[in-house]
């Protein structure tokens, strides 16, 4: 089986070379020694990175571009060390849990019925833009993942790649936080923070795209010549509102705590 497995540049340049059938020296060879750079000032308006490095490396050594699955990093914050023994659950079978923890923080510092009211008018967006976006969040199943990377060392350069960072906060615990902090004057998401772990859950996808290889050589490509990742790294997926199941999981990690739960004991 091919399995594309960005877990580390070792991982990355391993199932490359499974895939395509071309040699891990060739492939770090024909990085090296190609210059980007030089291309884009003779061809300002070509089109992206990883695009280009598709292109070339296909003229280069006509590899096999199909595999039979994808490894996937799905990137979440948690309260409690959880081995996701139901699987990766879509936005709707979490959100009631995600209020519940959340109010546990603050309990003693608004009442019961002013928590309810604070949440009726966050789901009918009358809390301002951040309101507005968790009704748009929760509205359709384009938004309700769960989500993942392909390549896990994108999940720390969130800034450099232009992606939301869901180690930081997940983008509808933000909305709620930045909300509560304007209704009643309380930093909720300093107390989030300090209570929950930075969470990578590492699955298996049935997905093959030629594109996500030109993705994927770019990020060597970046590695190779040290320089940033951007958003030419960028890789997403989306379950559209479908679970996860639990023995697709292959491990959990909790990045503080240095906690690694293997994907057997799932």
Request: net charge negative; charged share 25%.
């Amino acid at each position: 089986m091919k399995v594309l497995d960005c877990e580390s540049f070792h991982t990355t340049l391993l199932s490359l070379e499974s895939i395509t059938h071309v040699k891990q020296e060739s492939i770090l060879s024909f990085l090296n020694n190609f210059d980007m750079d030089d291309f884009y000032y003779r061809n300002p308006l070509y089109g992206s990175g990883d695009e280009l490095l598709l292109l070339k490396f296909k003229n280069e050594f006509d590899p096999v571009t199909s595999y039979d699955q994808s490894n996937w990093f799905h990137l979440t914050r948690l309260y409690k060390n959880d081995d996701f023994k139901d699987g990766i659950l879509p936005l709707v079978d979490v959100v009631e849990d995600k209020w519940d923890k959340l109010y546990s923080l603050i309990s003693d510092k608004v009442s019961t019925e002013e928590w309810t009211d604070f949440r009726k008018n966050m789901e009918i967006g009358a809390l301002g833009p951040h309101s507005s976006l968790y009704k748009f969040r929760m509205s359709g199943t384009d938004f309700k993942g769960p989500y993942a990377i392909s390549i896990k060392e994108t999940a720390f350069v969130s800034d450099q790649i232009r992606n939301h960072d869901y180690l930081a906060v997940p983008e509808i615990i933000k909305d709620i936080c930045f909300c509560f902090e304007q209704t009643f004057g309380y930093d909720l998401f300093k107390e989030y923070t300090k209570n929950s772990e930075p969470c990578i859950v590492k699955f298996k996808a049935e997905y093959s795209h030629p594109n996500l290889i030109g993705k994927v050589l770019f990020y060597l490509y970046q590695r190779v010549h040290e320089k940033e990742l951007n958003s030419n790294c960028k890789s997403n997926y989306n379950a559209n509102g479908n679970k996860i199941p639990p023995e697709d999981i292959l491990k959990v990690e909790y990045l503080n705590m240095g906690t690694i739960i293997d994907g057997s004991a799932v």
